[in-house]
Each structure stands twice: as C-alpha cells, then as structure tokens.
C-alpha cells in the first residue's frame, strides 16, 4: 500500500521560507516521477512543480525561480524548497505519483502566508 505523507506546512510571513517533506512507503521511490500540487481555498488543484526519476524538474510559471522541488531516493523522500513566499502561495501543499495506474495523495500540508 502506497502512503504518502507530507510535512513541513506552517504559517510565514511574505518574504520568508519553508520546506515541505514528502516521505513515500510501499513503492520503489526511484523509479517514480514525483508531483507537488497545491490547492487554494476556492480554487481548483494546480500542479506547481514536477520530478522525475532522472531528476528532471519543472514548474509551475508562478513558483519558477522560488520553489525547488528535489528527492531524496535514499531517504525515499521529495521536497519542496519555498523561498520569497508570497500571499498567493497560501494554500494546502499535496505530494503525488502515479504508481500502477492508481493516484495516490498525502494528506496535505497546510500553508499559510500572512503579515
């Protein structure tokens, strides 16, 4: 059984950084592409930055140059690096992969940005 279990969320003001953990169990991390998704009150699930099992990376537009999503095969664990962190990035943070056809979902990581 896949479980995907974030951490990490937290209330920052403008400006300021945070790290969120993904830590994966019941699959061959490696082999999988990773996914942070994110979804804010009243708005539909948007993907916010990808990674491969080559380690290749993409970005949702608005997060490019801010956010930085990296893995961690050993540890089976993916991350997301947040810096200058605005307003609009409020939202709750989800871990995600594609394993045998099936999504599988943390259980999100709430994060908040407010002065």
């Known amino acids: 059984q896949v479980q995907l279990v974030e951490s990490g969320g937290d209330l920052v003001q403008p400006g300021e950084s945070l790290r969120l953990s993904c830590a994966a169990s019941?699959?061959?991390?490696?082999?999988?592409?990773m996914y942070w998704y994110r979804q804010a009150p009243g708005k539909q699930r948007e993907l916010v930055a990808t990674?491969?099992?080559?380690?290749?990376?993409n970005y949702h537009e608005s997060v490019k140059g801010r956010f930085t999503i990296s893995r961690d095969n050993a540890k089976n664990t993916l991350y997301l690096q947040m810096n200058s962190l605005k307003p609009e990035d409020t939202a709750v943070y989800y871990c995600?992969?594609?394993?045998?056809?099936?999504?599988?979902w943390g259980q999100g990581a709430q994060v908040t940005i407010s002065s």
């Open positions: 990674i491969t099992d080559g380690g290749r990376t």
């Open positions: 995600n992969t594609i394993y045998r056809g099936t999504y599988y």
């Open positions: 019941g699959m061959l991390f490696r082999l999988y592409t």
